[in-house]
């Protein structure tokens, strides 16, 4: 029903404190335990803004050139089975 921009708006604005809950709630048309609701989920999840790691992502054992290199060797050995199982092959 409510967006997630309205939603951060409206706990950013209970978690300043400049006016109530109700106050803030009444100004929105919303209730106030959905105003506290929100205001709760942001301080929960404010730590985990800065978590990921910023920089080089680890290489993936599937992304190594080696291993691509020898995937494609074993796919076309493999191909060039069933082509000529086929009667495909010339």
């Given at each position: 029903?409510?967006?997630?921009?309205?939603?951060?708006?409206?706990?950013?604005?209970?978690?300043?404190?400049?006016?109530?809950?109700?106050?803030?709630?009444?100004?929105?048309?919303?209730?106030?335990?959905?105003?506290?609701?929100?205001?709760?989920?942001?301080?929960?999840?404010?730590?985990?803004?800065?978590?990921?790691?910023?920089?080089?992502?680890p290489?993936?054992?599937?992304?190594?050139?080696?291993?691509?290199?020898?995937e494609?060797?074993?796919?076309?050995?493999?191909?060039?089975?069933?082509?000529?199982?086929?009667?495909?092959?010339?």
């Open positions: 029903m409510y967006g997630s921009a309205f939603k951060a708006k409206v706990g950013l604005e209970a978690i300043r404190g400049v006016k109530t809950v109700n106050e803030i709630a009444q100004e929105h048309g919303v209730h106030p335990s959905q105003v506290a609701q929100w205001k709760r989920a942001i301080q929960e999840q404010a730590g985990s803004l800065f978590d990921g790691k910023r920089g080089p992502r290489v993936d054992a599937q992304s190594d050139p080696e291993h691509l290199y020898s494609i060797g074993r796919l076309k050995v493999e191909l060039d089975w069933l082509k000529k199982k086929s009667g495909l092959s010339q």
